[in-house]
């Protein structure tokens, strides 16, 4: 089910703390109320982008490396990187990294530091890859390369589309409606100075609320896990094993 547009969630917000609803959320900057409101909207859905990785907000990149080439732009709405989720497919295995200024420096510079493994570091906004893959690389220059990362863009236009924060009336968002609604008027009563303390509480016990719904988890057993290691010092008899 579609998410309430901003308008309908100003409107919402609005009316619960005993103001006039606005007929607008964006184009008449001579309403105060619904400028203020449909900022504090982007506000709560920026913030919220920060405190989780929400599943609607979970988006997985690619790259094919060139030849000579060894840094790579980031996607437009990346917000931050899900660690270890970076593999070299055409290898099949994982990237190493990411790696401290320090590192990458030993790596450019030092005698002996290309192995067989891509390492990677995040450089404002590209992804930079050692050692860069030549034509002379094995099994080539063409590596597919992917990672997961978490996006930016939590707001969407009316057809579904995502973009970095709502501009029309019409646009929503991947958050509960409810949730954004409490958020809204947590910040409106901040900015305007008043206290604050039921309006935390009812957007804590919402954003609890998302966040323990988003997603599911997986099941931890008490018990001890199954193992048949092959050689250890229960299945190994005393002895020499010398060789003479």
């Known amino acids: 089910m579609a998410n ?11 009316s619960e703390m005993g103001l006039q609803a606005p007929v607008a959320a964006f184009g008449n900057p001579t309403d105060l109320t619904a400028v203020q409101l449909s900022s504090l909207y982007n506000v709560t859905g920026e913030m919220l982008v920060k405190r989780r990785v929400w599943r609607m907000l979970f988006r997985e ?4 490396t060139q030849p000579n080439v060894g840094t790579y732009p980031l996607p437009d709405d990346f917000a931050r990187p899900i660690s270890q989720t970076e593999w070299d497919r055409t290898n099949r295995w994982p990237m190493i990294g990411p790696e401290t200024p320090q590192q ?22 590209t992804l930079e890859i050692w050692p860069v893959p030549t034509t002379d690389t094995t099994p080539g220059p063409n590596l597919d390369l992917s990672y997961y ?19 029309n009336s019409l646009d ?47 099941i931890l057993s008490m018990a001890r896990e199954p193992a048949f290691p092959l050689i250890t010092i229960y299945n190994v008899p ?4 010398s060789p003479n």
């Open 4 to 14: 309430s547009s901003v308008l309908e969630v100003i409107q919402a917000a609005a």
């Open 61 to 64: 990149h690619t790259i094919v």
């Open 104 to 125: 990458w420096q030993w790596l450019k510079s030092g005698i002996l530091s290309t192995g067989p493994r891509e390492r990677f570091r995040l450089v404002g906004d």
């Open 149 to 167: 990362y978490v996006s930016k863009w939590w707001a969407q236009t009316a057809g579904g589309q995502p973009i970095p924060k709502a501009t």
């Open 172 to 218: 929503t968002c991947i958050f509960d409606d409810r949730l954004m609604i409490s958020g809204v008027k947590l910040r409106f009563f901040q900015v305007k100075g008043f206290d604050t303390t039921a309006f935390a509480a009812d957007f804590q016990s919402n954003l609890d609320d998302a966040l323990s719904q988003d997603s599911g988890a997986p």
């Open 238 to 241: 005393d002895g020499n094993w």
